[in-house]
């Protein structure tokens, strides 16, 4: 098992559409996150979870909704999402916030 | 808002010389530093943390720290053509100044090793 498992690797999803990414760790860390990766512009940090719990939102969009319903698992649920939120989707996760981070192989979303 | 600077190059390098890559950042406060490489279409892969001022060795790779000047570097030598990549500077930080920590990363350089 890869320590950080990201499904599915391609979504290609209209903009009326409803899908969900998922994220999965295990490397028994306490802290995970969602990242959006675009062309010529750094990683942008969406989401945090420490302790399953919520620690920050980077002001995103609400058609960005996550869960992490335990340590090991992050969802990413998208709605009605618009052309510019094309990017590729990247999960990590850390044992605490302070240390390295451990990326998956991320979701290559394209709206149509 | 707290920044981490780096050169986006690209950076060309002949096979087998030492490749130079450098970062600046402006949370004087910030403790820990990872340099990451990123493949075209792959996530990032971190190769190197360094936490005190100094030199940090790990194979070909040597990280630099220098907290006075708040600078961080990544020398890689005998760099190879499997090298060419990007390479993303990464420190803890706290964004907008807020009390929750997190990684911010570069724009990140492109290096091209020539063979």
């Known amino acids: 098992e890869t320590g950080v498992t990201q499904t599915p690797r391609h979504l290609v999803m209209g903009m009326t559409n409803k899908k969900s990414l998922k994220c999965e760790q295990h490397l028994g860390h306490n802290a995970m996150y969602w990242y959006k990766q675009s062309a010529k512009k750094p990683l942008e940090l969406m989401f945090v979870?420490?302790?399953?719990?919520?620690?920050e939102n980077n002001s995103v969009p609400s058609r960005f909704s996550p869960e992490c319903p335990n340590s090991s698992h992050l969802f990413l649920h998208l709605h009605t999402l618009q052309p510019e939120d094309s990017a590729l989707y990247l999960c990590?996760?850390?044992?605490?916030?302070?240390?390295?981070?451990?990326f998956g192989d991320g979701t290559r979303l394209s709206i149509l | 808002q707290k920044e981490v600077e780096q050169n986006s190059g690209p950076l060309s390098v002949p096979e087998g010389a030492i490749a130079s890559l450098n970062c600046t950042y402006s949370?004087?406060?910030?403790?820990?530093f990872f340099w990451y490489r990123q493949y075209s279409g792959k996530s990032p892969e971190l190769i190197m943390s360094i936490y005190s001022n100094g030199d940090k060795e790990d194979g070909r790779f040597t990280a630099q720290l220098n907290k006075a000047s708040q600078y961080v570097s990544l020398l890689i030598r005998d760099s190879q053509p499997s090298d060419s990549a990007t390479y993303l500077c990464?420190?803890?930080?706290?964004?907008?100044?807020?009390?929750?920590?997190?990684?911010?990363f570069g724009k990140g350089t492109k290096l091209s090793v020539k063979p």
């Open positions: 990464a420190v803890f930080g706290y964004l907008y100044g807020g009390s929750q920590g997190n990684l911010i």
């Open positions: 949370d004087r406060g910030s403790q820990s």
């Open positions: 990590a996760s850390s044992g605490t916030e302070n240390q390295p981070q451990h």
């Open positions: 979870y420490n302790f399953k719990e919520q620690t």
